[in-house]
Nanobody, 124 residues
Framework: QVQLVESGGGSVQAGGSLTLPCAAS??????????MAWFRQAPGQRREQVAS???????RYTDSVKGRFTISRVDASNTLYLQMNDLKPEDTAMYYC?????????????????WGQGTQVTVS
């Protein structure tokens, strides 16, 4: 079972930056971790995918963060990152790291078997 641990959350003023690392304890036997993604969920809102990256390093972003957020991964250390710049109050949410062994890097939360515990980002 892949375990994920996020860190790096906190409170920042609008226009500030944060980097969220996510460390994976292992990988899916035989296939590695093919898709990794960041989701976020604000109170009363559904969980939405912010960004994803597959094994070919192809990235996808939700429209609201394009040009401001950058997702990256270092497979040698099983670590996923989310660099967030020019943060806005509407970015305030709990941010979750997720991983799946295969399939499309889509935005369907149920398709990801591995989740971190979440890290809070608050922008004022």
């Amino acid at each position: 079972q892949v375990q994920l641990v996020e860190s790096g959350g906190g409170s920042v003023q609008a226009g500030g930056s944060l980097t969220l690392p996510c460390a994976a304890s292992t990988y899916y036997a035989g296939v590695g971790i093919l898709c990794m993604a960041w989701f976020r969920q604000a109170p009363g809102q559904r969980r939405e995918q912010v960004a994803s990256i597959d094994q070919y390093l192809v990235t996808r972003y939700t429209d609201s963060v394009k040009g401001r957020f950058t997702i990256s991964r270092v497979d040698a250390s099983n670590t996923l990152y989310l660099q967030m710049n020019d943060l806005k109050p509407e970015d305030t949410a709990m941010y979750y790291c997720a991983a799946k062994p295969g399939g499309p890097c889509d935005g369907v939360p149920d398709g990801y078997p591995s989740w971190g515990q979440g890290t809070q980002v608050t922008v004022s």
